[in-house]
């Protein structure tokens, strides 16, 4: 299974790996902070607000919006395949364009907060 | 070469045995990740201007975004354990000669959690 040109299969599993951690490690908590902690009022709105716009904090949520959706982009990509949907290379354009608009959004939001 | 047309799977596969419906409910949790990540966006994208930020925090406390945030925690937090327990998988260490066991790879991949989760509620609650 040669193959006549490059892959750019390891850049895909690299960001899905990324991804996979960054969700595994710092979703839950944050799912907590804005599900729970909020309505539980442990966090005000004008707390929130500050936390938000704090630039470690801007960091943070480029990070958790960036490389979690390009986790979803390869791992959905492939379950479809699995479940009998779609294709893998129409997928392929679909799924990691709309990762790389995403992330392309978060920055230019976070920037401008 | 083209895999895409080697399809000799019954649509209904992940369905015939608890194994392959569990990894099926695993890939399944990008779905969720994704979700969440969107949501982020959409957090970020209100708190430029303060009206459409009350009117967001607002939404948080309305029970329908509860109900969400729970469902959304029960497939991250399922996403969360079975990735840190493929860790040993994917992350060999040697301490010289010795292999460290995959065992003690993913108890600290579940300590490392904890402390990076309480240390995120810490900075942000305090």
């Known amino acids: 299974m040669t193959s006549p040109y490059r892959s750019t299969d390891p850049l895909w ?3 899905f790996s990324a991804g996979g951690v960054v969700a595994a490690f710092l979703f839950p908590v944050t799912v907590v902070l804005t599900g729970i902690a909020i309505p539980a009022g442990w966090l005000t ?4 607000l500050a936390l938000v716009r704090h630039p470690l904090a ?3 949520l480029f990070v958790l919006i960036s490389l979690p959706l390009f986790h979803w982009a390869h791992r959905f990509r492939y379950a479809l395949v699995d479940l009998g949907l779609g294709s893998l290379g129409r997928q392929k354009v679909l799924f990691y364009g709309a990762a790389g608009l995403g992330t392309l959004l978060a920055g230019w939001l976070l920037i401008r907060l | 070469m083209n895999r895409e047309h080697l399809r000799v799977l019954p649509a209904d ?19 969720a990740v994704a979700a969440y990540a969107v949501f982020l966006l959409a957090l970020v994208a209100t708190a430029a201007e ?4 009350t009117r967001f925090f607002e939404w948080l406390r309305h029970p329908v975004s509860v109900g969400l945030h729970l469902v959304a925690l029960s497939m991250v ?17 040697w301490r010289g000669e010795e292999r460290i066991p995959g065992r003690l790879i993913a108890a600290g991949g579940f300590a ?7 240390l995120v509620a810490f900075l942000a609650l305090r």
Do not use: D, N, Q
Not at chain 1, 45 to 48: A, I, N
Not at chain 2, 78 to 86: A, C, D, E, N
Not at chain 2, 112 to 118: N, P
């Open chain 1, 13 to 15: 599993w690299l960001l």
């Open chain 1, 45 to 48: 709105e004008e707390s929130l």
């Open chain 1, 58 to 60: 801007r960091l943070y």
């Open chain 2, 13 to 31: 596969w992940w369905l015939r045995k608890r194994s392959y419906s569990f990894f099926m409910m695993r890939e399944l949790t990008s779905l």
């Open chain 2, 50 to 53: 303060a009206g459409s930020f």
């Open chain 2, 77 to 93: 937090l399922f996403h969360s354990i079975t990735w840190i327990k493929l860790m040993p998988e994917s992350l060999v260490v």
């Open chain 2, 112 to 118: 490392g959690w904890i402390v990076v989760s309480v």
